[in-house]
């Protein structure tokens, strides 16, 4: 894979409609989403040349913009065939995928911008692994974040906004210079919520916990790794999980599209086995 900006590319992104050649898919300065957030985001997989949940992801974003107050000018499956046009555009077998609409530059430049243009793009890299493979298969070391996930009623937390990866990217900055992979954030409440881009479990007894997804995204693969948990008839439960649980967890995992299934080694100075079921469902995902 190439090491070269993300701006200086050869190929094509899905840009309002239509194919435009990488280094000029640009947006302008007094675009309303760079000074004020509100950007929706995807992030999908392309195993095998095909877009794994294709339909569930292109769905959340339209209900991204629309909890940020916005319509995408363009329908699902219009969204789902500019995907697949892309990533057949770029000659993906495994890569990543990255839709992403916003308010752009029009007559408003105040904090409103109902007369502004909505855009879309999509762009698609080879992409083959999020963590480290070898942190991967140890188990990667997270730290308790300072930052927490806001309440309902202070950020709109289940669209996947730009607005709300602002703390996630200081949190990274700030976890990466103490040698550790990720922050565990909690909630405004202080309960376990997430890490910057994954959904948090626990093994305990043979069954999974998962923090009640209230605050945060109910994430795709957090779904999915739920349903093959069913499969094994696992016992699983969403609910409230506090801090001082998580040194009597026998496993800890996270799950996402960029993560999959990571096992967690360490949370500070709590240490955690690679166990079997994390390895299990690894396996299972995996081979969805
Ligand atoms: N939480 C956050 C903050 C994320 O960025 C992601 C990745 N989209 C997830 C959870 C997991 O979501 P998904 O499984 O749908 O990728």
Redesign the pocket.
Known sequence: MSNKSYDDRDGVIWMNGQMIEWRKANAHILSHALHYAGAVF???RVYDGTVF?LR??TQ?LLDSAKIMGYELPYTLQQLMDATEATVRAQKIVDGYVRPIAWRGSGEMMGIASYKNPIHVAIATWEWPSYFDPTAKAEGIKLTLSRWHRPAPDTAPVHS?TSS??AI?TMIKHEVEKKGFHDGLMLDWRGHVA??????FFMVKNGGLHTPTPDC?????????VMDLAHLRQLPVQERTILPEELKTADEIFL?????EVTPVGQIDDMKFKVGPITKMLAEDFAKE
């Open positions: 995807e992030g999908e949940k569930e992801h959340r996947k709300l990866y996630c997430e890490s910057t881009g994954a959904n945060f995204l109910d994430g795709i693969t957090r779904r999915t799950t996402g599209t960029a993560a």
